[in-house]
């Protein structure tokens, strides 16, 4: 009772807190280690709750960035981006979603390069330019035909 310490708070008596754990003289406003103890049932359960919570929290995190790796690597291989994913690209005979789609091991080609090394680099590998694109033999052959028949169709209407 009588010792000189830096402390404020004292027991109801008036002697110097002390832990019954072990028997430590208790900082102010403090629970020492009456929280941390394993006699004490709710801090065990607390920490098996943030320990589940966050267990479930990084598996809800992981299925997230998976389906959003997978669908890209769909795309990937569809030679789509997300806009053309939801709504098809429109060319003179209509729309058509796979008119990019150059076969799976093209369109990764197309994106990555033809060097696997080097598409994790951050160094150009994508063929074209950026403005000017490849696109489907099936989707030429009939544009090709559609401006052959409009150009018949005003021909024979200027005649």
Excluded at 23 to 43: E, F, L, Q, V
Excluded at 61 to 67: D, M, P, Q, R, T
Aim: positive net charge; aromatic residues 12%; contains cysteine.
């Amino acid at each position: 009772r009588s010792a000189n310490l830096p402390l404020l708070t004292r027991h109801f008596d008036g002697s110097i807190r002390h832990c019954f754990n072990c028997r430590c003289i208790k900082p102010d406003r403090a629970h020492h280690c009456s929280d941390s103890s394993s006699s004490t049932p709710g801090a065990t359960s607390a920490g098996k709750f943030h320990l589940l919570f966050l267990f479930f929290a990084s598996i809800m995190f992981a299925i997230s960035v998976s389906s959003l790796f997978f669908y890209h690597l769909y795309l990937i291989g569809k030679n789509r981006t997300t806009l053309e994913s939801f709504r098809a690209p429109i060319f003179i005979g209509g729309p058509n979603k796979d008119s990019f789609n150059l076969g799976c091991k093209q369109n990764f080609i197309e994106i990555f390069g033809s060097s696997p090394f080097l598409a994790f680099l951050p160094v150009t590998t994508s063929l074209g330019d950026g403005v000017h694109y490849r696109v489907n033999s099936g989707l030429l052959g009939g544009l090709h035909n559609q401006v052959e028949q409009r150009k018949a169709q005003s021909n024979s209407f200027n005649r």
